[in-house]
Protein backbone atom coordinates (compact mmCIF):
# COMPACT_ATOMS: atom_id res chain seq x y z
CA UNK A 1 0.00 0.00 0.00
CA UNK A 2 1.97 3.53 -0.94
CA UNK A 3 1.74 5.49 2.30
CA UNK A 4 -0.20 8.44 0.22
CA UNK A 5 -3.29 5.88 0.11
CA UNK A 6 -2.30 4.47 3.92
CA UNK A 7 -2.55 7.76 5.36
CA UNK A 8 -5.62 9.14 4.77
CA UNK A 9 -6.86 5.66 5.08
CA UNK A 10 -5.89 5.63 8.69
CA UNK A 11 -7.27 9.25 9.17
CA UNK A 12 -10.43 7.97 8.06
CA UNK A 13 -11.36 4.89 10.31
CA UNK A 14 -9.38 6.48 13.44
CA UNK A 15 -12.20 8.98 12.78
CA UNK A 16 -14.69 6.98 14.49
CA UNK A 17 -12.20 4.50 16.56
CA UNK A 18 -10.22 7.88 18.18
CA UNK A 19 -13.10 8.70 20.43
CA UNK A 20 -14.62 5.63 21.12
CA UNK A 21 -18.54 5.38 21.95
CA UNK A 22 -18.46 9.42 22.03
CA UNK A 23 -21.85 11.06 22.29
CA UNK A 24 -23.42 7.58 22.09
CA UNK A 25 -22.02 6.10 25.50
CA UNK A 26 -24.63 8.10 27.43
CA UNK A 27 -27.17 6.61 25.38
CA UNK A 28 -25.91 3.01 25.90
CA UNK A 29 -25.57 3.77 29.36
CA UNK A 30 -28.84 5.05 30.07
CA UNK A 31 -31.28 2.42 27.26
CA UNK A 32 -29.18 -0.76 27.90
CA UNK A 33 -27.55 -0.14 31.88
CA UNK A 34 -30.78 1.38 32.99
CA UNK A 35 -27.72 3.87 35.00
CA UNK A 36 -28.64 7.36 36.30
CA UNK A 37 -28.17 10.97 34.80
CA UNK A 38 -25.73 11.30 37.81
CA UNK A 39 -23.74 8.02 37.24
CA UNK A 40 -23.08 8.69 33.79
CA UNK A 41 -22.16 11.78 34.09
CA UNK A 42 -19.52 11.06 36.68
CA UNK A 43 -18.01 8.65 34.20
CA UNK A 44 -18.19 11.22 31.36
CA UNK A 45 -16.13 13.40 33.59
CA UNK A 46 -13.67 10.94 34.53
CA UNK A 47 -12.94 9.95 31.00
CA UNK A 48 -12.73 13.85 29.95
CA UNK A 49 -10.43 13.98 32.76
CA UNK A 50 -8.20 11.13 31.85
CA UNK A 51 -7.46 12.01 28.03
CA UNK A 52 -6.79 15.84 29.19
CA UNK A 53 -4.29 14.54 32.34
CA UNK A 54 -2.80 11.94 29.69
CA UNK A 55 -2.14 14.05 26.51
CA UNK A 56 0.78 15.52 27.23
CA UNK A 57 2.51 12.21 28.83
CA UNK A 58 1.45 10.40 25.15
CA UNK A 59 3.26 13.03 23.41
CA UNK A 60 6.54 12.44 25.18
CA UNK A 61 6.01 8.69 25.07
CA UNK A 62 6.05 9.10 21.10
CA UNK A 63 8.88 11.36 21.25
CA UNK A 64 10.99 8.99 23.18
CA UNK A 65 10.23 5.43 21.92
CA UNK A 66 9.61 6.48 18.37
CA UNK A 67 7.81 3.77 16.40
CA UNK A 68 4.20 5.49 15.47
CA UNK A 69 3.22 2.84 13.93
CA UNK A 70 3.13 0.85 16.67
CA UNK A 71 1.51 3.78 19.15
CA UNK A 72 -1.68 3.73 16.91
CA UNK A 73 -1.94 -0.34 17.26
CA UNK A 74 -1.74 -0.06 20.45
CA UNK A 75 -4.23 3.06 20.45
CA UNK A 76 -6.82 1.00 18.24
CA UNK A 77 -6.05 -2.18 20.68
CA UNK A 78 -6.96 -0.09 23.87
CA UNK A 79 -10.33 1.51 22.25
CA UNK A 80 -11.53 -1.27 20.90
CA UNK A 81 -10.57 -3.58 24.19
CA UNK A 82 -12.23 -0.79 26.06
CA UNK A 83 -15.61 -0.46 23.64
CA UNK A 84 -16.20 -3.99 23.16
CA UNK A 85 -16.16 -4.80 27.14
CA UNK A 86 -19.52 -2.18 27.12
CA UNK A 87 -20.92 -6.05 25.54
CA UNK A 88 -19.98 -7.82 28.88
CA UNK A 89 -19.13 -5.40 31.68
CA UNK A 90 -21.61 -3.97 34.61
CA UNK A 91 -21.21 -2.22 37.34
CA UNK A 92 -19.88 0.97 38.08
CA UNK A 93 -16.19 -0.05 38.74
CA UNK A 94 -15.34 -2.38 35.28
CA UNK A 95 -17.82 0.50 32.88
CA UNK A 96 -15.00 3.49 34.68
CA UNK A 97 -11.94 1.27 33.92
CA UNK A 98 -13.41 0.12 30.68
CA UNK A 99 -13.58 3.84 29.29
CA UNK A 100 -10.18 4.75 31.27
CA UNK A 101 -8.55 2.69 28.50
CA UNK A 102 -10.31 4.21 25.98
CA UNK A 103 -9.59 7.71 27.19
CA UNK A 104 -5.73 6.24 27.45
CA UNK A 105 -6.09 5.19 24.02
CA UNK A 106 -7.58 8.57 22.83
CA UNK A 107 -4.28 10.47 24.18
CA UNK A 108 -1.88 8.17 21.84
CA UNK A 109 -3.73 8.90 18.88
CA UNK A 110 -3.46 12.23 17.56
CA UNK A 111 0.58 12.93 18.62
CA UNK A 112 0.89 9.30 17.32
CA UNK A 113 -0.95 10.49 14.09
CA UNK A 114 1.15 13.49 13.87
CA UNK A 115 4.75 11.54 14.04
CA UNK A 116 3.28 8.93 11.60
CA UNK A 117 3.12 11.73 8.91
CA UNK A 118 5.87 13.46 10.07
CA UNK A 119 7.63 10.04 9.42
CA UNK A 120 6.19 9.35 5.84
CA UNK A 121 6.73 13.04 4.12
CA UNK A 122 8.82 15.09 6.34
CA UNK A 123 8.42 18.65 7.56
CA UNK A 124 8.54 19.79 3.98
CA UNK A 125 5.77 17.64 2.95
CA UNK A 126 3.36 18.29 6.70
CA UNK A 127 1.47 21.25 5.81
CA UNK A 128 0.00 19.87 2.37
CA UNK A 129 -0.71 15.79 3.96
CA UNK A 130 -2.17 17.40 6.65
CA UNK A 131 -4.86 18.68 4.94
CA UNK A 132 -5.01 15.54 2.99
CA UNK A 133 -5.60 13.64 6.72
CA UNK A 134 -7.81 15.85 8.00
CA UNK A 135 -10.16 15.82 4.88
CA UNK A 136 -10.02 11.77 5.64
CA UNK A 137 -11.13 12.25 8.89
CA UNK A 138 -13.95 14.27 8.48
CA UNK A 139 -14.98 12.23 5.94
CA UNK A 140 -14.62 9.13 8.41
CA UNK A 141 -16.82 11.12 10.95
CA UNK A 142 -19.57 11.65 8.19
CA UNK A 143 -19.49 8.07 6.95
CA UNK A 144 -19.52 6.51 10.51
CA UNK A 145 -22.60 8.62 11.54
CA UNK A 146 -24.49 7.57 8.61
CA UNK A 147 -23.94 3.69 9.15
CA UNK A 148 -24.74 4.16 12.98
CA UNK A 149 -27.99 5.81 11.93
CA UNK A 150 -28.12 2.71 9.27
CA UNK A 151 -27.88 0.30 11.64
CA UNK A 152 -29.53 1.86 14.89
CA UNK A 153 -32.63 0.49 13.11
CA UNK A 154 -31.53 -3.19 13.09
CA UNK A 155 -29.48 -3.69 16.17
CA UNK A 156 -30.67 -0.65 18.21
CA UNK A 157 -28.12 0.82 20.57
CA UNK A 158 -25.60 -1.58 19.88
CA UNK A 159 -24.93 0.12 16.58
CA UNK A 160 -22.31 2.73 17.70
CA UNK A 161 -20.35 -0.59 19.06
CA UNK A 162 -20.67 -2.75 15.69
CA UNK A 163 -19.81 0.39 13.77
CA UNK A 164 -16.83 0.95 15.31
CA UNK A 165 -15.66 -2.18 15.54
CA UNK A 166 -15.57 -2.75 11.86
CA UNK A 167 -13.51 0.61 11.85
CA UNK A 168 -11.16 -0.36 14.41
CA UNK A 169 -10.63 -3.77 11.85
CA UNK A 170 -10.62 -1.24 8.69
CA UNK A 171 -7.73 0.49 10.65
CA UNK A 172 -5.83 -2.18 11.71
CA UNK A 173 -6.02 -3.67 7.94
CA UNK A 174 -4.51 -0.70 6.88
CA UNK A 175 -1.80 -0.26 9.69
CA UNK A 176 -0.38 -3.55 9.03
CA UNK A 177 -0.26 -2.96 5.39
CA UNK A 178 1.41 0.33 6.01
CA UNK A 179 4.84 0.03 4.38
CA UNK A 180 7.90 0.06 7.33
CA UNK A 181 10.26 1.02 4.64
CA UNK A 182 8.16 4.56 3.98
CA UNK A 183 9.07 5.60 7.63
CA UNK A 184 12.39 7.36 8.77
CA UNK A 185 12.50 8.03 12.69
CA UNK A 186 15.24 10.91 12.02
CA UNK A 187 12.60 12.76 9.88
CA UNK A 188 10.10 12.32 12.35
CA UNK A 189 11.93 14.66 14.57
CA UNK A 190 14.32 16.09 12.48
CA UNK A 191 17.60 15.12 14.93
CA UNK A 192 18.87 11.90 16.32
CA UNK A 193 17.29 10.37 19.34
CA UNK A 194 20.09 11.35 21.72
CA UNK A 195 20.09 15.06 20.06
CA UNK A 196 16.75 15.42 21.32
CA UNK A 197 16.13 18.55 23.76
CA UNK A 198 14.38 18.30 27.16
CA UNK A 199 10.74 19.27 27.62
CA UNK A 200 11.76 22.13 29.52
CA UNK A 201 13.03 23.77 26.55
CA UNK A 202 9.54 23.81 24.72
CA UNK A 203 8.65 26.52 28.29
CA UNK A 204 11.40 28.65 27.28
CA UNK A 205 10.04 28.82 23.39
CA UNK A 206 7.65 31.81 24.21
CA UNK A 207 6.23 31.88 20.37
CA UNK A 208 5.39 28.12 20.90
CA UNK A 209 3.52 29.34 24.46
CA UNK A 210 2.01 32.05 22.64
CA UNK A 211 0.64 30.37 19.86
CA UNK A 212 -0.62 27.37 22.21
CA UNK A 213 -2.03 30.16 24.34
CA UNK A 214 -4.34 31.72 20.86
CA UNK A 215 -4.95 28.27 19.47
CA UNK A 216 -6.58 27.49 23.42
CA UNK A 217 -8.74 30.84 22.95
CA UNK A 218 -10.28 29.51 19.86
CA UNK A 219 -11.13 26.48 21.38
CA UNK A 220 -12.63 28.72 24.25
CA UNK A 221 -14.76 30.86 22.24
CA UNK A 222 -16.10 27.57 20.11
CA UNK A 223 -16.33 24.67 22.64
CA UNK A 224 -20.04 26.04 23.94
CA UNK A 225 -21.06 27.67 20.93
CA UNK A 226 -22.88 24.06 19.66
CA UNK A 227 -24.17 22.68 22.48
CA UNK A 228 -25.48 26.54 23.49
CA UNK A 229 -27.48 26.59 19.94
CA UNK A 230 -29.40 23.21 21.25
CA UNK A 231 -29.95 24.71 24.67
CA UNK A 232 -31.34 27.91 22.47
CA UNK A 233 -33.40 25.63 20.05
CA UNK A 234 -34.91 23.92 23.25
CA UNK A 235 -35.73 27.39 25.09
CA UNK A 236 -37.29 29.02 22.45
CA UNK A 237 -39.43 26.23 20.81
CA UNK A 238 -38.10 27.32 17.40
CA UNK A 239 -37.54 23.72 15.99
CA UNK A 240 -40.40 21.22 16.31
CA UNK A 241 -37.42 18.45 17.24
CA UNK A 242 -34.08 19.87 18.73
CA UNK A 243 -32.42 16.68 18.51
CA UNK A 244 -32.79 15.98 14.63
CA UNK A 245 -31.49 19.65 13.94
CA UNK A 246 -28.75 19.24 16.03
CA UNK A 247 -27.55 15.68 13.93
CA UNK A 248 -28.03 18.27 10.97
CA UNK A 249 -25.73 20.62 12.28
CA UNK A 250 -22.98 18.30 12.82
CA UNK A 251 -23.35 16.89 9.45
CA UNK A 252 -23.60 20.15 7.75
CA UNK A 253 -20.00 20.96 9.49
CA UNK A 254 -18.49 18.33 9.24
CA UNK A 255 -19.48 18.31 5.36
CA UNK A 256 -17.96 21.47 5.23
CA UNK A 257 -14.76 20.12 7.20
CA UNK A 258 -13.37 18.07 4.05
CA UNK A 259 -12.93 20.46 1.34
CA UNK A 260 -11.91 23.12 3.68
CA UNK A 261 -9.16 21.09 5.37
CA UNK A 262 -7.86 20.14 2.05
CA UNK A 263 -7.56 23.47 1.07
CA UNK A 264 -6.36 24.37 4.15
CA UNK A 265 -3.07 22.27 3.64
CA UNK A 266 -2.31 23.86 0.01
CA UNK A 267 -3.12 27.83 1.63
CA UNK A 268 -0.90 26.82 4.83
CA UNK A 269 1.77 25.95 2.38
CA UNK A 270 1.84 29.01 -0.07
CA UNK A 271 0.18 31.91 2.36
CA UNK A 272 1.66 30.69 5.85
CA UNK A 273 0.16 29.38 8.43
CA UNK A 274 -0.67 32.55 10.53
CA UNK A 275 -2.87 33.95 7.64
CA UNK A 276 -4.82 30.63 7.69
CA UNK A 277 -4.81 30.15 11.67
CA UNK A 278 -6.27 34.24 11.46
CA UNK A 279 -8.82 33.11 9.04
CA UNK A 280 -10.09 30.34 10.98
CA UNK A 281 -10.37 32.82 14.20
CA UNK A 282 -12.15 35.26 11.76
CA UNK A 283 -14.51 32.10 10.98
CA UNK A 284 -15.07 31.82 14.13
CA UNK A 285 -16.34 35.22 15.27
CA UNK A 286 -18.80 35.62 12.44
CA UNK A 287 -20.23 32.32 13.22
CA UNK A 288 -20.67 33.51 16.47
CA UNK A 289 -22.09 36.75 15.29
CA UNK A 290 -24.81 35.71 13.18
CA UNK A 291 -25.62 33.46 16.15
CA UNK A 292 -26.40 36.26 17.49
CA UNK A 293 -28.94 37.08 15.40
CA UNK A 294 -31.84 34.39 15.42
CA UNK A 295 -33.30 31.17 16.99
CA UNK A 296 -34.86 30.14 13.88
CA UNK A 297 -33.22 26.39 13.03
CA UNK A 298 -32.37 27.11 9.29
CA UNK A 299 -30.12 30.47 10.41
CA UNK A 300 -28.48 28.06 12.53
CA UNK A 301 -28.05 25.29 9.74
CA UNK A 302 -25.64 28.63 8.28
CA UNK A 303 -23.67 29.54 10.97
CA UNK A 304 -22.34 25.79 11.01
CA UNK A 305 -20.80 26.33 7.47
CA UNK A 306 -18.51 29.11 9.43
CA UNK A 307 -18.43 26.09 12.02
CA UNK A 308 -17.15 23.78 9.60
CA UNK A 309 -14.73 26.31 7.95
CA UNK A 310 -12.98 27.43 11.60
CA UNK A 311 -11.84 24.21 12.83
CA UNK A 312 -10.74 22.79 9.26
CA UNK A 313 -8.65 25.56 8.90
CA UNK A 314 -7.19 25.58 12.27
CA UNK A 315 -6.97 21.49 12.06
CA UNK A 316 -4.53 21.87 9.73
CA UNK A 317 -2.84 25.04 10.63
CA UNK A 318 -2.60 24.31 14.31
CA UNK A 319 0.17 21.62 13.93
CA UNK A 320 1.86 22.89 10.92
CA UNK A 321 2.75 26.05 12.86
CA UNK A 322 3.35 23.82 15.98
CA UNK A 323 5.78 21.82 13.42
CA UNK A 324 7.46 25.18 12.83
CA UNK A 325 8.33 25.85 16.08
CA UNK A 326 9.69 23.03 17.38
CA UNK A 327 11.07 20.76 14.63
CA UNK A 328 14.32 19.46 14.76
CA UNK A 329 14.52 19.27 18.78
CA UNK A 330 12.62 15.98 19.31
CA UNK A 331 10.08 17.10 21.34
CA UNK A 332 7.51 17.97 18.22
CA UNK A 333 5.01 15.17 19.77
CA UNK A 334 5.27 16.40 23.32
CA UNK A 335 4.44 20.08 22.08
CA UNK A 336 1.37 18.45 20.39
CA UNK A 337 0.27 17.10 23.39
CA UNK A 338 0.59 19.71 25.20
CA UNK A 339 -1.69 21.43 22.67
CA UNK A 340 -4.30 18.89 23.51
CA UNK A 341 -3.97 19.35 26.78
CA UNK A 342 -4.29 23.13 26.38
CA UNK A 343 -7.28 22.76 24.13
CA UNK A 344 -9.66 20.21 26.00
CA UNK A 345 -9.52 22.67 29.15
CA UNK A 346 -10.25 25.57 27.16
CA UNK A 347 -13.55 23.91 25.94
CA UNK A 348 -14.07 22.36 29.17
CA UNK A 349 -13.91 25.88 30.34
CA UNK A 350 -16.24 27.25 27.88
CA UNK A 351 -19.20 25.42 28.47
CA UNK A 352 -18.65 27.04 32.16
CA UNK A 353 -17.97 30.56 30.39
CA UNK A 354 -21.02 30.08 28.19
CA UNK A 355 -23.77 28.40 30.64
CA UNK A 356 -22.64 31.78 32.79
CA UNK A 357 -23.45 34.18 30.51
CA UNK A 358 -26.61 32.62 29.24
CA UNK A 359 -27.91 32.46 32.81
CA UNK A 360 -26.81 36.40 33.48
CA UNK A 361 -26.65 37.98 30.45
CA UNK A 362 -29.38 36.25 28.09
CA UNK A 363 -28.71 34.31 24.71
CA UNK A 364 -27.15 36.70 22.59
CA UNK A 365 -24.83 38.33 24.96
CA UNK A 366 -23.28 34.56 25.76
CA UNK A 367 -22.59 34.29 22.07
CA UNK A 368 -21.19 37.86 21.67
CA UNK A 369 -19.27 36.80 24.84
CA UNK A 370 -17.48 33.94 23.28
CA UNK A 371 -16.52 35.95 19.99
CA UNK A 372 -14.05 38.14 22.40
CA UNK A 373 -12.16 34.91 22.42
CA UNK A 374 -10.89 34.09 18.74
CA UNK A 375 -10.56 37.93 18.19
CA UNK A 376 -8.11 37.58 21.21
CA UNK A 377 -6.32 34.58 19.49
CA UNK A 378 -6.13 36.99 16.53
CA UNK A 379 -4.66 39.97 18.37
CA UNK A 380 -1.40 37.50 19.79
CA UNK A 381 -1.31 35.65 16.26
CA UNK A 382 0.26 39.10 15.60
CA UNK A 383 2.52 39.45 18.80
CA UNK A 384 4.33 36.39 16.89
CA UNK A 385 6.10 35.59 13.76
CA UNK A 386 5.22 32.12 12.63
CA UNK A 387 8.08 30.43 10.16
CA UNK A 388 6.50 29.08 7.15
CA UNK A 389 9.06 26.82 6.30
CA UNK A 390 12.21 25.45 8.33
CA UNK A 391 14.41 23.08 6.25
CA UNK A 392 13.70 19.40 6.21
CA UNK A 393 16.92 18.55 7.75
CA UNK A 394 18.33 15.94 10.36
CA UNK A 395 20.85 15.81 12.72
CA UNK A 396 23.07 18.90 14.20
CA UNK A 397 21.54 21.39 11.53
CA UNK A 398 18.14 21.08 12.14
CA UNK A 399 18.68 20.69 16.06
CA UNK A 400 20.27 23.84 15.41
CA UNK A 401 17.90 25.57 14.43
CA UNK A 402 15.57 25.00 16.81
CA UNK A 403 18.04 25.99 19.82
CA UNK A 404 17.49 29.42 17.48
CA UNK A 405 13.96 29.65 17.67
CA UNK A 406 13.82 28.98 21.47
Known sequence: MPPTLGLPGINFFIADVGGGM?????????????????????????ALVAGVALSTPAGILIDRVGRPRLMLLVTCCAILTGTLAMFGVRGFGPVLVAQLLVAGGGALAGPALTALTLATVGKAGFPKQQGVNQAATHTG?????????AASFLIGPAASIVVLGLMAAGMLVTLAFFPK???DPLRMSGCKRQDNHSVWALLRNRRLLVLTL???????????MLPLIGERLVASGSAKDPTQWMAAYVIVAQAVMIPVSWLAGHSAHHLGRRAV???????????????????????LALTEVFDGVGAGLISVAGPAAIADLTYGGGRTQTAMGALAT??????????IVGAFL??????????????????GAVALLFTIHLMDEFPDAHGASAAAAISARV
Do not use: K, Y
Not at 342 to 351: H, N, R, T
Not at 358 to 375: E, R, S
Open 277 to 299: LVAACIALAVRGVLTTMSADPLW
Open 141 to 149: NVAAAALIW
Open 358 to 375: VQHAGWPAAFGGLVLFPL
Open 214 to 224: ALGLFNLGNGA
Open 22 to 46: GPFLPTWLAQVEHWSPSRISFILSA
Open 181 to 183: DAM
Open 342 to 351: VQSLASMLSF
